[in-house]
């Protein structure tokens, strides 16, 4: 690990394998994040048509409540393993 | 006790909280007035947050958009949800690290162009102007229905109060201020949304009555609405109308300008560390989705209960009659709005009923030839007064009504707070201390950041008295900038070194430009009526309307900046070291002192 105090920055190897971790997770988490709303909520509700729920189908309970409770899971899954990444890495805070 | 003490309880009793709160929290730093001294525990912060960004638009404006429009305005609530992992994943806790007071500084200095830190913050100022104006007028409307009082008084009355709070409290009065207005605005939504999901459905939780079954009838709830609906003529609840392509390009659009709205973004500067920020985003969007959870619920359960109420026999009966609405107490909350000009109703035939439907429909001209109507009846129902009057039509207590109008009030007043924060740092820090006059003192950036502020207010009020006709359209004008030249540049600022002083001013101003002329082109030239060339109902480009334009227009943002840069000189070594250390939360505490 580098110095606390150290406010220059060069790059290290440790660092771009760091980096590409953290893209690697925002990309799934995206693509999920994409699914969920513009997906199962918009463009691929006729596909879900048949599955029923309380009256409407399940692309209907994506638009209005189910995006909003995975982009919750989405946030805390990220929050929580890039804290481990950052760990890993060596990179956490003091 | 009557109405007008109730509701005069509530909203004195809450207003004397956020004094006690201001008088508790005062500022006596730069730090503390800009980040509330990073001191902020994330679920606070969290909550915080939901109540700056929860407006008078989500509180009292959302639910009667649903409601009147069914599944295709669920854009609203996966776009200004969905914004949250944008924020929470690209630009908050590389913000935090980067340990800096304003969204404004990050741009002008990983740019390294005083140039680009103006165009933010001159985004900045339009976008939370524009906002505060609506949050302000909400405050006089609120004041004006149930303190029965003028807007003017009403709106001084708010301005004193916020005055207090967030001149002397600056972030850190704000912030817990918001606290506490997240409680009044919560509990005053869901209170009265489980009394109806009750009486309705038997199902406590709203969230899951909207999918229950319903009691009268026994049917599932949404497919009783759908059948009532379209037998008045009007687009079934559930089913998608408008144009899918449209649909989501506007979803994005919010999504996108949500994460770029400055006052939000600024939130995050506010906490300890980096891995704070990460969380308390995750518990911004918590706070929020109990209350959007609940507003589709809200929505569809008003719908059913005003359209039940205009057809007591059912829609194939007769009509309420005019007498009815005239003495019956139940339908004593339409004389009540009909005084506000929000709701109004005309007995067009004369035959002593008020026929609800939607008279613009094929389907139904059929039958109201054969009985005689001569257009819908029910001629005027702002969808604005849908939550306020919620507790009235389904004959709720009188508290509940007073909780709502306190409840009303917070989210105006928490947001308008927030707003103004953003501009009285941007003008102080951005403009005086970053431009003008650089060698200032702590304590006299500090007097400046107040005295801003208290000129941000005076002019809000002023504002929000005389609103300019075109308040409604510009905020979507504030999204439209928020995403087309504000998130794109953070994101980049962040995730590519390669872009560069030229390119990040290219990009935005491109951004900036083509998304302005696009609402210009459909909304009027600076929204001046009848100067419009297209309207959204036959927009320029294909199907985009110009709200969901903010998604193109940063499209061209990132595609604009991309080319200039690599057409231009390199970054230089020391802004790739600056986007190396902002990218690893290590030494996040080294960055606070400044």
Known sequence: MTDQTDRVHSVTKEDTAYWSANLRLIILSLVIWALVSFGFGILLRPMLSGIEIGGSDLGFWFAQQGSILVFLVIIFFYAWRMNQIDRQHGVEED | ?594
Request: net charge negative.
């Open chain 2, 1 to 594: 006790m009557d109405q007008f003490t109730l509701n005069l309880l509530f909203v004195g009793a809450s207003f004397a909280l956020y004094i006690g709160i201001a008088i508790w929290a005062r500022a006596g730093s730069t730090s503390e007035f800009y980040a509330a001294g990073r001191g902020v525990h994330p679920v606070t912060n969290g909550m915080a947050t939901a109540a700056d960004w929860m407006s008078a638009a989500s509180f009292i404006s959302m639910a009667g958009l649903i409601a009147f429009t069914g599944y295709d305005n669920s854009s609203f609530l996966m776009g200004w949800t969905g914004g949250y992992v944008l924020l929470a994943l690209l630009l908050a806790p590389y913000l935090r690290k980067f340990g800096k007071f304003t969204v404004s500084e990050f741009i002008g200095d990983r740019f390294y162009s005083s140039t680009a830190r103006m165009v933010a913050v001159i985004c900045l100022l339009v976008a939370s102007i524009t906002y505060v104006i609506g949050q302000m007028q909400g405050v006089g409307i609120a004041f004006g229905r149930f303190l029965e009082i003028d807007a003017f008084w009403g709106l001084l009355i708010g301005a004193c109060v916020v005055f207090a709070y967030a001149v002397f409290g600056g972030m850190k009065g704000v912030t817990y201020t918001q606290v506490a207005q997240y409680c009044v605005l919560i509990t005053a939504y869901t209170i009265p949304a489980i009394f109806i999901s009750l009486q309705l459905t038997g199902n406590p939780v709203p969230a899951l009555g909207l999918f229950g079954e319903h009691a009268g009838s026994g049917e599932p709830l949404l497919q009783k609405l759908d059948g009532l609906v379209t037998d008045l003529g009007f687009n079934e609840y559930t089913a998608h109308h408008g144009d899918t392509f449209n649909m989501m390009l506007f979803t994005l659009s919010l999504m996108i300008g949500t994460a770029g709205l400055p006052h939000v973004i600024m939130r995050f500067f506010t906490v300890p560390r980096v891995s704070d920020a990460r969380w308390s985003a995750g518990w911004t969007l918590v706070f929020i989705a109990l209350l959007y959870l609940t507003a589709p619920a809200v929505g569809a359960m008003a719908r059913l209960n005003i359209t039940e109420m205009m057809w007591p026999d059912g829609t194939q009966g007769e009509a309420v009659s005019v007498q009815t609405i005239a003495e019956d107490p139940n339908y004593d909350w339409m004389a009540t709005w009909q005084k506000t000009g929000l709701l109004d109703w005309e007995d067009k035939n004369g035959d002593g009923k008020i026929q609800y439907y939607n008279d613009a429909s094929e389907e139904m001209q059929e039958r109201a030839e054969a009985a005689g109507w001569e257009g819908n009846e029910l001629t005027n129902f702002n969808r604005d007064i849908l939550v306020l009057a919620n507790p009235e039509i389904a004959n709720l207590p009188g508290w509940v009504i007073g909780l709502v109008a306190a409840g009303g009030l917070a989210a105006a007043l928490s947001t308008a707070a927030g707003l103004l924060l953003a501009i009285s740092s941007a003008v102080s820090h951005d403009l005086l201390k970053g431009q003008l006059t650089p060698n200032m003192s702590e304590s006299s950036e500090l007097l400046a950041a107040r005295i801003s502020m208290a000129a941000a207010i005076v002019v809000a009020v002023i504002l929000g008295l005389n609103p300019p006709g075109f308040a409604a359209q510009t905020v979507a004008l504030a999204f439209g900038l928020a995403a087309a030249s504000i998130f794109p540049a953070l994101m980049m600022g962040i995730f590519s070194k390669r872009i560069n002083n030229t390119g990040a001013v290219a990009g935005m101003l491109a951004g900036l430009i083509t998304t302005l002329v696009y609402i210009f082109l459909h909304k009027g030239w600076f929204f001046i009526p009848d100067t419009n060339m297209f309207t959204d109902d036959n927009p320029l480009l294909g199907t985009i309307k110009s709200t969901s334009f903010g998604a193109v227009g940063a499209a061209i943002n990132f595609g604009m900046a991309y080319i200039v840069s690599s057409m231009t000189k390199e970054t230089p070594q020391e802004i790739k070291d600056l986007v190396e250390s902002v990218r690893t939360p290590r030494g996040a505490g080294m960055a606070v002192d400044h």
